[in-house]
């Protein structure tokens, strides 16, 4: 079960931190990732993290102003969102699936076994 917290309402250029924390799966052994979807668009790739942390991915998109991260202690993975723009508002998912390399990171969705509830980012003009 992963749970998503930390959307919410923000002025464009502004920051927010999303968690999501996973229990009833070994965590260090799985592969994360967040994933967006925003009205009437595909769910869409934002960024992903090994399961060792040691690689991560991000969309072109979000590049230099998201950070993903994890805790492998506390069964959290992050993500720091900077500079908002209003095209990033979106309901935000985060995703995880057992991996066994210690560097792969997918991309699509449908590489992901496991999925949060979606938190909404909403980013006023």
């Known amino acids: 079960q992963l749970q998503a917290s930390g959307g919410g309402l923000v002025q464009a250029g502004g920051s927010l931190r999303l968690s999501c924390a996973a229990s009833g799966l070994t965590f260090s052994s799985a592969v994360t990732g967040w994933f967006r979807q925003g009205s009437g668009v595909e769910r869409e790739f934002v960024t992903g993290i090994s399961r060792s942390g040691g690689s991560t991915k991000y969309a072109d998109s979000v590049k230099g102003r998201f950070t993903i991260s994890r805790d492998n202690a506390k069964n959290t993975v992050y993500l720091q969102m900077n500079s908002l723009k209003p095209e990033d508002a979106a309901v935000y998912y985060c995703?995880?699936?057992?991996?066994?390399?210690?560097?792969?990171?997918?991309?699509?969705?449908?590489?992901?076994?496991?999925w949060g509830q979606g938190t909404q980012v909403t980013v006023s003009s």
């Open positions: 995703a995880a699936t057992r991996s066994f390399s210690s560097f792969a990171v997918p991309v699509s969705p449908h590489e992901y076994r496991y």
